[in-house]
């Protein structure tokens, strides 16, 4: 039998649109300004205009030989180690490039309101900043238990203009704010734009949001061609719904020498009840309007996830992830609590950079994946890498968590 075409809105089995009714409506008119209005070269002017002029594009490519000879004196394993300064973003994370581009297409399709939900903070400050910069109101949908650890964030977000809703159900976090969000959506439909700040839910926003984050792959790409002029044999990012990773990876997709890899938050170890490692240890079914991998209890219910890293505590993951895996494109790794923390002091120290704990799994997976390309290709690995943003965010995490001697360790645990 002949395979079945692709499907509209599904990457192999993985996404659909699985919504009340209700908002089908919604989601067609979105599709439909997603083919029109963003492909439109005036759109695309304008988006690519704010990048450059607000938001700092392109951000720069930079080599991180301290870092690099620290994960491997001898190097054996690591060669060329780039950092893609995401951080360097007004607002601090990749996250302003969807939310400019959704609110900019919001005001183009007459929306008189943005919603928005927010794990760490970072996408509620990205999309109140854009509402302030188009004049339209503002709400986010933020777990209670993030709007405690984030409190810089919800800060950002009041001055700016916007109103945090804080969301007492479930575990009080990104899962339970997006849960809000969409019950909103539901009742205000009409003349709202509801702003998803990862590569998740609903067709089409894996793919709308997947194509305003491509900018990083782009840049990235040109970039090292231009450094040291060959393709990086690998690139990797981390993983909490997807967003910056498929930002990064889609500029290396067709690249098959490039190796892709995503890193999870594995919190208290994937073996515990507190992690949020969904690709790893996910089962596949329904979460906020798509099919993907996704976390359950023993009781087939949806897990309550843990990371130290507000934006990766989430029990889902992005539909092309899920897909990425199974076809074996990309790879899948994971990183603790305790692991984070350390890469937080280790590139703080080297490279003079703090970045989000976030950012922070996947440089603790770096040195693993240099060594494992290394054997399997006989020279040392060179390797773009997605500096999701910067740690102003988490201080106060970092802070109970600081040893006397200014290392990051888990012997002040319960107190953070
Ligand atoms: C939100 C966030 C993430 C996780 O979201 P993705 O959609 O997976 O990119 C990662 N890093 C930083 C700095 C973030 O703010």
Redesign the pocket.
């Known amino acids: 039998m002949p395979s079945p075409a692709p499907r509209a809105g599904y990457y192999g089995p993985f996404g659909g649109r699985f919504v009340p009714e209700t908002l089908v409506p919604a989601l067609d008119e979105l599709t439909h300004a997603c083919e029109t209005i963003v492909r439109s070269d005036a759109f695309q002017r304008e988006w690519r205009g704010l990048l450059d002029s607000y938001v700092g594009r392109p951000t720069p490519l930079g080599e991180a030989k301290r870092l690099a000879r620290a994960l491997d004196p001898e190097g054996r394993s690591l060669d060329r180690l780039w950092l893609k300064r ?2 360097l973003c007004h607002t ?4 302003i490039n969807n939310a400019l581009g959704q609110v900019l297409l919001a005001k183009k399709m007459g929306k008189t309101r943005v919603i928005a939900e927010t ?2 903070g ?2 509620g400050v990205a999309t109140a900043t854009a509402c302030a910069l188009f004049d339209l109101p503002c709400e986010v949908y933020m777990g209670a238990e993030d709007v405690r650890r984030q409190a810089p964030n919800v800060g950002r977000m009041a001055l700016l203009g916007a109103r945090v809703v804080p969301v007492e159900s479930g575990s009080r976090t990104l899962k339970d704010a997006m849960n809000e969000a969409l019950r909103d959506w539901v009742t205000q439909v009409q003349t709202t734009h509801y702003c998803i ?4 839910g609903p067709y089409p926003y894996p793919e709308l ?1 997947a194509s305003f ?1 491509s900018v990083i792959g782009e840049e990235a790409r040109a970039q090292v061609l231009a450094a040291q002029g060959s393709l990086p044999d690998a690139a990797m ?11 990064l990876f889609r500029g290396f997709m067709k690249d098959d020498g490039v190796a892709l890899v995503g890193v999870e938050a594995a919190g208290e170890g994937v073996n515990t009840e507190r992690h949020a490692a969904t690709l790893t240890m996910g089962r596949v079914g329904v979460l906020h309007g798509s099919k993907s991998y996704v976390l359950f209890d023993e009781g087939g219910q949806i897990m309550e996830a843990h990371s130290i ?1 507000a ?2 505590d989430y029990p889902g ?2 539909p092309e992830h899920s897909f990425l895996k199974d076809s074996g494109r990309a790879r899948y790794l994971s990183a603790t609590d305790d692991e984070a923390l350390a890469a937080v002091s280790l590139v703080a120290r080297t490279e003079g950079i703090l ?2 704990l ?2 922070a799994h996947a440089f603790a997976r770096i040195g693993d994946v240099a060594r494992q390309i290394a054997a399997a290709q006989g020279r040392p690995a060179s390797i773009v890498f997605g500096l ?3 740690g102003d ?1 988490d201080l106060s995490t970092l802070l109970a968590r600081i040893l006397p001697d200014g290392s990051l360790g888990a012997a002040s645990r319960g107190a953070s």
């Open positions: 995401e951080d601090g994370s990749h996250k794990g760490a970072q996408h700040g990862s590569a998740a949001v984050q990012a981390c993983v909490g719904g997807g967003s910056n990773a498929i930002g890293s934006g990766l993951v992005g970045v989000a976030e950012t999701s943003g910067r965010k």
